[in-house]
């Protein structure tokens, strides 16, 4: 059998995203996106992450990663470049275990997004080819560089055509038709051979492609990039490995959509004054939108344990129905009543939940939606985590959803 060893870098002191890879994404810290990949392969025998943070590599051997030893500080810089990092973890392996992997996979946290075979294929392309020093992961570019300029002197001077193309004079002026495709790599994986490590590269001189769907393009640098590859989760209907089971997509048609209150309509704060009068907050918004949502076809109903009549008082305020003061074990025996009665198909349910008891309910609705600030649990029970905390917008973003699912 051959030894494949997954190395996931992952060092603390990120700047663009503090804290990134442990940071929630959909559901789960965005390292364990590449843990799964490495767990999950039928060539993988070993995962490690590599990282100078404590607090990195508790989370990452909570996913199933080993964390044998901690980075130097002098290798987890922001110029630091990959080959240090992998020529330490080698060597101590070498050193402390006597441990020498024939294959190594690179795992970037950065781009948690990978086809369900995509390590397994890495793998096979170079041990199919003997002379291959490493396979990456390759996209279609989505600009073409023959059509790209070099500017001298500030532009002041005459451009200058990037890449000339033999057999074509002017490759700018041509149809991209007839100009070579080319292609970008990307962070999903790479697969090396020690021996390209030993002559200190990370790739070697044969490279051979690993040709990815750009679906799966994901590079997460700032927080924008971030939003949009929880969409592309969500609702992109990609195959992908994930660390939990397979998210379900959004119904096409959503007839009820089901809110808890504490925590989800409120912020789950409470205000007591000395008599024990209780008040809670909540997000004007989500008011204005059901409106639109019940014309568009689909009902509300707030499904809720908690007794105080602020329930109810903020469901007059929202014209949607509130059943509250349900014992908390009961949530979904209630709703499964309140479906049979209404004859809803619960496929056809959103369940928006922040807390234990509401899993399950998650198990019965057709779409299960965790608060950005859920429990643990429940973010990596739903179906979709949104942006927006309870209380502030959450209820609002789901809604906005609906309605555009709708058109």
């Known amino acids: 059998m051959t030894e494949v060893l997954a190395i996931i870098p992952a060092r603390g002191g990120s700047k663009g995203i503090p804290r990134k890879n ?93 086809p369900q075979t995509c390590v397994d294929d890495a793998v096979r392309i170079l041990l199919q080819h003997a002379d291959a020093d490493s396979v990456r992961g390759v996209v279609p570019a989505g600009q073409n560089p023959h059509k790209m300029w070099r500017l001298d002197a500030g532009g002041e001077s005459p451009m200058r055509n990037l890449l000339a193309v033999d057999g074509i004079e002017e490759p700018y002026n041509a149809p991209r038709q007839i100009l070579p495709p080319i292609f970008w790599q990307t962070g999903h994986i790479d697969a090396i051979r020690p021996s390209a490590l030993a002559n200190g590269s990370m790739s070697g001189k044969n490279i051979y492609p690993l040709l990815i769907d750009p679906k799966f393009t994901v590079d997460l640098d700032n927080l924008n990039d971030w939003m949009r590859a929880e969409w592309l989760v969500a609702f992109g209907g990609l195959e992908m490995v994930t660390p939990g089971r397979a998210r379900r997509a959004m119904p096409q048609r959503v007839d009820l959509l089901v809110l808890d209150f504490d925590g989800v309509v409120t912020d789950n704060r409470v205000w007591v004054s000395e008599d024990g009068h209780e008040m809670v907050a909540a997000y004007r918004s989500d008011s204005l939108i059901m409106r639109k949502l019940q014309q568009a076809g689909t009902e509300v109903v707030i499904l ?83 942006s927006k905390t309870g209380g502030h917008g959450a209820v609002r973003e789901i809604c906005d959803l609906i309605l555009l699912g709708k058109r």
Not at 320 to 333: F, L, P, Y
Not at 348 to 359: Q, T
Request: hydrophobic share 45%; proline share 6%.
């Open 22 to 114: 442990i940071r929630n994404f959909s559901g789960y810290p965005l390292i364990a996106w590449s843990i799964a990949a490495g767990l999950k392969s039928e060539f993988v025998t070993r995962v490690i992450v590599s990282t100078d943070d404590e607090e990195i590599a508790a989370v990452a051997r909570e996913w199933g990663a080993e964390t044998p030893f901690l980075r130097p500080a002098e290798f987890a810089q922001d110029n630091t470049t990959d080959l240090p990092v992998f020529e330490h973890a080698f060597k101590w392996l070498d050193e402390n275990e006597g441990y020498r992997p024939e294959v190594v996979v690179q795992l970037r946290p950065t781009s948690p997004i990978r």
């Open 304 to 386: 809720s344990s908690e007794v105080n009549p602020v329930v109810a008082a903020r469901a007059r305020k929202m014209k949607v129905e509130a059943i509250h003061g349900i014992d908390q074990d009961d949530k979904s025996v209630v709703l499964k009543n309140l479906l049979e009665m209404r004859k809803i198909d619960p496929a056809n349910v959103v369940y928006m939940g922040n807390d234990l008891n509401d899993l399950t309910s998650f198990a019965l609705a057709g779409w299960a939606v965790a608060v950005a600030d859920a429990q643990p649990e429940v973010l990596r029970a739903a179906d979709f985590v949104t």
